[in-house]
């Protein structure tokens, strides 16, 4: 079993991290978003990949999602959790909380990647629950273990980005009851969903949004993101000794009556580029 960790700076550096290497990834989908660092952790192996790439490189609306979740299954991930920095829509969720996500709402402009399928197969998997319910479960029993305030669930607005909201769409998503905001785990979640992969969110709060009638700038959220470093590290520290157990979720099988087209009609080069994911159905 192979653990895959999507992040920021600091979390393909993390201490403990044993017989550490960098591997790059061909993938039919271009480049990931950086060099993929291998190691293990806890005697768990664990794959570290920089969403936004070292030193930060790449806009939410550039990133090559598609080559992320391939490259990842690649090395035979199978479960995924992603850190990522949001912004809190409620004020329980207090700068420096983590949140567990459960649900998301898609506010981006529908022109990212998000599917493996088109170009003569078509596909259609059930994300009614887009993440995994039982990996969410031992991220979140892993934040207790460390005693980081956590909310276990939590509905994640997913927007263009990369300017942040107008104070008008803050409280419209408010009004909506969602908890979150970011603008990067929704298309990672349906591609991972594709690729049969748990995924779960650890979303990390660094401001209030502007709902608040605080102007959010840049420096506050860096200063509060560095903080959180630390504690996701712990997190994922102690949540790879909750691996063991087998998942009793459906993840695994979720492509198994998804694809439509018949198996002759689709193009060979799709099958090539697409055996990773398809392989076990279409021959």
Not at 178 to 184: L, R, S
Request: aromatic share 6%.
């Amino acid at each position: 079993m192979t653990i895959g960790v999507i992040g920021g700076s600091g979390l393909y550096e993390m201490e403990g991290l044993a017989k550490v290497r960098r591997v790059k990834v061909a993938t039919p989908f271009g480049k990931p978003s950086d060099e993929l660092v291998t190691g293990v952790l806890e005697g768990v192996k664990m794959v570290f990949l920089p969403r936004h790439g070292r030193g930060h490189r790449i806009l939410p609306s550039e990133l090559p999602f598609r080559a992320n979740i391939w490259a990842l299954k690649k090395l035979g991930v199978t479960r995924i959790i992603s850190v990522s920095a949001v912004g809190s829509l409620k004020k329980e969720i207090e700068p420096g909380h983590a949140v567990v996500i459960d649900q998301f709402i898609d506010r981006t402009r529908g022109a990212r990647e998000s599917t493996f399928f088109g170009k003569g197969i078509v596909a259609h998997v059930a994300f009614a629950d887009p993440v995994c319910g039982d990996l969410a479960q031992r991220l979140y029993q892993a934040t207790q273990n460390t005693g980081w305030r956590a909310h276990k669930g939590g509905t994640y607005v997913c927007m263009e980005g990369p300017l942040f909201s107008t104070r008008a769409e803050s409280r419209l998503y408010r009004s909506w009851g969602a908890d979150v905001i970011g603008m990067t785990n929704l298309q990672e979640a349906k591609l991972a969903r594709e690729a049969e992969m748990c995924y779960a969110t650890l979303a990390l709060a660094t401001d209030y949004d502007c709902w608040h009638d605080e102007v959010v700038t840049v420096e506050q959220v860096i200063a509060t993101m560095n903080a959180n470093i630390e504690r996701s590290k712990a997190t994922i520290r102690a949540v790879a000794p909750l691996m063991g157990a087998p998942s009793a979720c459906g993840c695994g099988g979720a492509l198994a009556h998804g694809i439509i087209t018949a198996p002759e009609r689709i193009p060979k080069k799709v099958k090539k580029d697409l055996k990773l994911i398809i392989g076990k159905y279409v021959k």
